[in-house]
C-alpha cells in the first residue's frame, strides 16, 4: 500500500472512531435521565462494532423522540417498518443494567 493510501486509511479509521464518540455523547445527553441511560448504555454495549451503515441506521435512530423510542424499546408500541432494522432490533433486545457503585 502507498504511503498515500495508507494515510486515507488511517483518515478513514479515525473518521470513523471520531463518528462513534460523537454518537455515544449524544446517546448519554438525549434530555431525559432514563433514556440518557438506555440509549448511552446501549452505545457504550454496542457502537464501537458497527459499521458506517449500522452508524447511519442508529444516528437515525437518535432523530426521533424519546417518547417514541422509549414506546418501542418497551415493547409498548410497535416499531415502525422504517426503523425495523438491525440496529433498532438490537436497542429493543438490549437489557440496561445498573453498573455497581453508580
Not at 79 to 87: K, R, Y
Amino acid at each position: 500500500m502507498t504511503e498515500n493510501g495508507m494515510q486515507t486509511a488511517e483518515q478513514n479509521a479515525e473518521a470513523l472512531e471520531n463518528r462513534r464518540k460523537r454518537l455515544r455523547f449524544r446517546a448519554w445527553h438525549r434530555g431525559t435521565r432514563e433514556m440518557d441511560l438506555l440509549m448511552g448504555s446501549f452505545a457504550d454495549a454496542h457502537i464501537a462494532q458497527f459499521d458506517h451503515a449500522m452508524l447511519d441506521k442508529f444516528e437515525g435512530l437518535m432523530e426521533l423522540g424519546d417518547p417514541d423510542l422509549y414506546d418501542w424499546m418497551n415493547g409498548r408500541a410497535p416499531v415502525p417498518a422504517e426503523h425495523d432494522d438491525e440496529v433498532m432490533r438490537l436497542l429493543t433486545a438490549f437489557r440496561y443494567t445498573p453498573r455497581q457503585g453508580s
